[in-house]
Each structure stands twice: as structure tokens, then as C-alpha cells.
């Protein structure tokens, strides 16, 4: 396990391209994740005030 | 033929395609996830350190899939751009300018990974090796196509004057990638081209095969998700649209 | 074609300051490298070529936003946009005018700015020649990118972000070819490559800007 770690004695290069990669992939899918509820939720609102005020 | 080209006019209603769209993504996670978990317990785990440059080879699994990602992508949004301009399909409009952020993160993820492999192996974060400049190059491609369609007004408009940017420059990668292996290869003199394995066993070549194909169901992942965004945005008004803020609210 | 290439270099004449700014910018730049970089004969003939370039193609930038923004600004852009004229060859007129009043200038001034940098004269007719095949090129690519943001606010700096990574292969077989030429060995390769370029843009180039404008301002 130790040794999965340290890669040799490249761990610093190994897992920070890693985790830059994860960061960047997650956030690709997180990011249009949330603007997908936030518009489905400001259209939701702006019906609701509509048919209130008919 | 009448049923393809009817397909496609179906594919092309924005409606059917964000049903389509729902129905699809889990799928494709599914399959991305698999494929990833798969490339990198195997890449990381089963492969043995290369011989030359012990475990620092490992980055080779999300560098060169990164590389493949950002070239793939840049001609997808080209393709769809050419759809957009000459059929006049928002589908193809959307698909374009959602997959420019995700073929520049790709880019960038290319750019970073190498920075870190070149260091430990030839001690600079920079080589001006001819893959890592032409990637570079690429980036600002992408770039000008995201800069491109914030700075203009209407959505519609922005979408095809950053099809016709995409066309300019697919024409263009070819052009740029052999002028820099040609400037590369008179200015770097005799060293071999640094990240060319001269052969790759079949232990490393696996996982870095599945790592691809588990980039290209993340890609067609973050893809639609994008455009589901796009489509819902620009329907607002619709019918189909209200329907579907009403089953999520 | 003709009337519209005649019509924008006698308006290009009396806008004095669309071509000379540029000219002066070639120069200015080409003047601040040896200040930033010391005096070293050796060093200035290695970077020379480049630096001329560089130079060239940056004035080339600038210059290029005057194309199309003075008849977006009175209207006559549109005007040329209905015209029964095939739009890809008024934009090549329009483009064809546009270097020569802008690009030959600096073709002419690059070999007295090359004494300056200590380039010798075997490189002289190399540097001649890559500008003269380069710069069209450059017009030409520029076009699209000025068809593609004449209607911005800021289009000068969106421009240079577009077009740059474009003329990225034109500079570099250029600089190739006159090192080339210093080094004694045979430029043919390179100077077909900037031809081919050439051939290429001019085919391409007026149809890709007459797409685009008709989207940015059609």
C-alpha cells in the first residue's frame, strides 16, 4: 500500500495529475448538473407567479 | 433512407432529444465509471513501472487519453458546427458550443499532466516538445471559440459564427501540427520525440485503451448534460419546457 | 471586383493613419527587441529573422481591423452584403486592397529593418520572399476573424485571441526558411509549404469571411 503511494518516489507528480484530472472531470459534470436544477427551478417559479396572478 | 432521414428530423426536435438525452446519461455514466475504475486499477494497480522511467509512466494514462479527448472533441464541434451552419439544426448548434469548455478542459488537463511528466523525466516543466506546443496551440483555439460566442449578443448568431471559427480552425490543426513537428524536429536536434513510447506492452496498452473509452462516454456524459441546459434555456417559453419545470417542481 | 479594389485604395490613401500606424508599429517593435535584449551581434543575427516576423505579423494584426470597420460604421458593408456580386470575391477584392496598402509597406521596410538586426544578406532574399508569400496569408486568415467580430465592441482584442493560433504555422515555416537560407541549405521546401498556404487561404479565406459576414452583420 505504502509503496502504491509513494510511486516510486513520484508521487507528488503521479497524483497531482491525477487529482487536477479528477478535479477538472467532476466539475465538468457538477457544474452543468447544478445550472440544469437552477433553470428548471427559476422556470418552475416564473409559471407559478403567472398562474397566481391570472 | 426515408426512415434515417426521419429519424433524424426527430432527433433534431428539441423536446425528443432532452427525452432522449434523460433516458441516455445514466447509461453512459455507467459505462464511463466501468471503464475508468477498469483503466485505472489496471493502469495503476496491475501494470508493472516501466523499465526507463520507473512509476512516473503511470501519467501516461490520463495524459495521452486527454490528448486523443481534445483532438476528437475539437473535430466533433467542427462536425456539428457544419450541421449547424448548413441544415440550420439548434441541436447541432447546442452540441457545438457545449462541447468547446469540454474540449478545452481536456486540452488543459493534456497540458497540465505533461508539465508533470516532463519534470521528474527531463527536469523542466516546459519542453517545447512538438505534441506538448501543438496542444497549446489547440487551447487557444478553444479558447477564441468560448470567448467567441460570450461576446456575441444572440445566442442563435453566436452559435454560427462560432461554427464557422470551428471549421477555420479544423482546417487549421493539421496545418499547425505538422509546421511544429517541422519546427520542432530542426530546432530540438537529434533527441527522439519525447513522448512517443517506441513500443508499448500490452499491459500499459489496456488501460490506456479503456481510460480512452471511458473519457469518450464522459465526453457524450457532460456533453448532453450541457445541452440539456442549452435546450431548456433556450425553449424557456415552450410548452415542453413548463411541462417539465411542473414534473420537477 | 475591380471597382471595389480601386475604391478601397483611394480611401485607404486618404485615411493616411490606417497605413502608416501599422508601418510604425513594425518599426517600433523591431526597434525595442535589441534594447530589451542587449546589442550582442551574434545573438541579434540568431533572433533577427524571427523578431522581423513577429514584427511583421503583429503590425499585420493590427492593421487588420480597419477591413471591414469603416463600412460597418457608414453602412456600406451592409450595401455589399446585397449586392448580385458573389460576396467571396468582393471580400477578395476588399482583402487584395487591403494588403496592398497595409502588408507591401512592410515587405518594403523589413530588409532596411533586417540591416539593423545584423541579418546577412544571404538571409535578405529568403526574409523578402517568405513576407511576400506570408502576408497574404495572414490578410487573407485576418479577414475571417475581422468578419467574425466587426460587429463587437471589443473586437481588436478578441481578434488577436482568434487569429493568432491561426498564423502559428506561417510564422513558423517562415523563421524556417530564413534560417534555412542562413545556414546555406536550400529553401524550396519551405517556400512551397508558405505557397501552398497561400494557395490554399486564397481559395478558402474569401468564402469562410463571406460566411461570416453574412452572420455578423447579414
Known amino acids: 500500500m505504502r509503496e502504491f503511494l509513494q510511486m516510486g518516489g513520484y508521487a507528488f507528480y503521479v497524483w497531482t495529475s491525477y487529482a487536477v484530472a479528477a478535479v477538472a472531470l467532476i466539475a465538468n459534470i457538477v457544474v452543468p448538473l447544478r445550472q440544469h436544477r437552477r433553470l428548471l427551478a427559476r422556470i418552475a417559479r416564473r409559471a407559478r407567479r403567472r398562474s397566481a396572478g391570472e | ?249 | 471586383m475591380w471597382a471595389l479594389f480601386r475604391r478601397d485604395v483611394v480611401l485607404a490613401f486618404r485615411r493616411r493613419g490606417d497605413v502608416v500606424q501599422p508601418l510604425v508599429f513594425f518599426v517600433l517593435v523591431v526597434t525595442l527587441v535589441p534594447l530589451a535584449v542587449g546589442a550582442d551581434v551574434a545573438l541579434l543575427k540568431s533572433i533577427g529573422p524571427g523578431i522581423i516576423w513577429v514584427g511583421a505579423l503583429l503590425a499585420s494584426l493590427l492593421a487588420q481591423e480597419s477591413l471591414f470597420r469603416s463600412d460597418f460604421e457608414d453602412g456600406s458593408l451592409e450595401q455589399l452584403l446585397l449586392s448580385p456580386y458573389p460576396l467571396p470575391l468582393l471580400v477578395l477584392a476588399k482583402i487584395a486592397a487591403h494588403w496592398m496598402v497595409t502588408s507591401v509597406p512592410l515587405i518594403v521596410v523589413a530588409p532596411l529593418l533586417a540591416v539593423l538586426l545584423r541579418l546577412p544578406s544571404e538571409g535578405m532574399s529568403a526574409l523578402v520572399l517568405t513576407l511576400v508569400l506570408g502576408t497574404p496569408v495572414l490578410s487573407l486568415i485576418g479577414a475571417i476573424g475581422v468578419a467574425l467580430t466587426v460587429g463587437l465592441q471589443k473586437g481588436g482584442v478578441m481578434l488577436s485571441l482568434l487569429i493568432l493560433p491561426l498564423y502559428v504555422p506561417v510564422l513558423i515555416v517562415a523563421t524556417l526558411a530564413v534560417d534555412a537560407a542562413l545556414a546555406g541549405l536550400p529553401v524550396s521546401a519551405q517556400l512551397y509549404f508558405l505557397g501552398a498556404l497561400l494557395v490554399g487561404a486564397l481559395t478558402l479565406a474569401p468564402i469562410a469571411g463571406a460566411a461570416a459576414l453574412r452572420i455578423s452583420v447579414g
Not at chain 2, 439544426?89 to 474540449?103: F, H, L, Q
Open chain 2, 1 to 249: 433512407m426515408n426512415i434515417v432521414v426521419r429519424y433524424f428530423h426527430t432527433l433534431g426536435s428539441p423536446p425528443y432529444f432532452y427525452r432522449l438525452a434523460q433516458r441516455l446519461i445514466p447509461w453512459l455514466a455507467a459505462a464511463c465509471a466501468a471503464l475508468i475504475a477498469g483503466g485505472l486499477y489496471l493502469g495503476l494497480v496491475e501494470a508493472p513501472p516501466d523499465y526507463q522511467q520507473g512509476e512516473s509512466y503511470r501519467i501516461i494514462f490520463v495524459h495521452v487519453p486527454s490528448a486523443w479527448m481534445s483532438l476528437f472533441i475539437y473535430v466533433v464541434m467542427a462536425g456539428a458546427g457544419l450541421v449547424a451552419l448548413v441544415w440550420r439544426v439548434k441541436i447541432a448548434e447546442a452540441m457545438a458550443v457545449a462541447s468547446a469548455p469540454i474540449g478545452a478542459t481536456f486540452t488543459f488537463l493534456a497540458l497540465v499532466t505533461g508539465s508533470l511528466w516532463g519534470k521528474p523525466m527531463w527536469g523542466a516543466w516546459w519542453v517545447w516538445d512538438a505534441r506538448l506546443t501543438s496542444e497549446l496551440v489547440l487551447l487557444f483555439l478553444y479558447l477564441g471559440v468560448i470567448a467567441l460566442y460570450g461576446a456575441i449578443e444572440d445566442r442563435r448568431t453566436a452559435a454560427r459564427a462560432v461554427a464557422v471559427l470551428a471549421l477555420v480552425g479544423v482546417v487549421n490543426i493539421p496545418i499547425i501540427h505538422y509546421s511544429v513537428e517541422w519546427w520542432n524536429t530542426l530546432h530540438q536536434g537529434p533527441t527522439v520525440t519525447k513522448f512517443d513510447a517506441p513500443s508499448i506492452h500490452i499491459s500499459m496498452l489496456i488501460p490506456l485503451l479503456l481510460m480512452a473509452a471511458g473519457f469518450m462516454f464522459y465526453y457524450a456524459v457532460a456533453l448532453l448534460l450541457r445541452v440539456r441546459c442549452a435546450l431548456i434555456d433556450r425553449e424557456q417559453g415552450s410548452k415542453w419546457v413548463g411541462e417539465i419545470a411542473g414534473e420537477k417542481a
